[in-house]
């Protein structure tokens, strides 16, 4: 999922750095932060709590005054493909029932994720306009 936001202006270092804590509260051991001339990428892996074992990848752009936050999960940025019919028949439902928490865990990771990235830049864009005096 993508969001735009427009007429942000948040520091991308802050923002980096809350999104690296949002994945540290949720039991994330492995995070990787990047970044380019305007893009900056956090790749967080490996959550217990989550069930989640693939990677998360949170992407975002600034330009200007607008900021662009991409939330990939997985190799190909999708959700995790269901268990094939073959798998099926030789593990019964085991690997079925892995395929829905773990997607049950995505959802829920990534409905937490926007909530509290809103809540950082509402509060951000609150600061700064204070501090230009609006």
């Known amino acids: 999922m993508e969001k735009i936001w427009e007429n942000c202006d ?7 750095s809350e999104i690296e804590k949002f994945f540290r509260k949720r039991c994330f051991k492995d995070i990787i932060k990047q970044q380019e001339s305007n893009s900056y990428q956090i790749i967080a892996t490996n959550s217990p709590c989550f069930q989640i074992y693939n990677c998360i990848t949170i992407t975002f752009e600034k330009k200007k005054n607008n900021i662009k ?6 190799i190909e940025g999708g959700y995790t493909s269901p268990p094939n019919m073959l798998t099926l028949m030789f593990a019964g439902g085991y690997f079925l029932k892995r395929f829905n928490k773990i997607n049950v865990g995505l959802i829920r990771l990534e409905k937490e994720f926007w909530i509290y990235l809103n809540s950082i830049i509402s509060s951000a864009d609150f600061k700064n306009s204070k501090n230009r005096g609006y």
């Open 69 to 74: 936050v991409r939330f990939r999960s997985g």
């Open 10 to 16: 948040i520091d991308p270092a802050l923002l980096m």
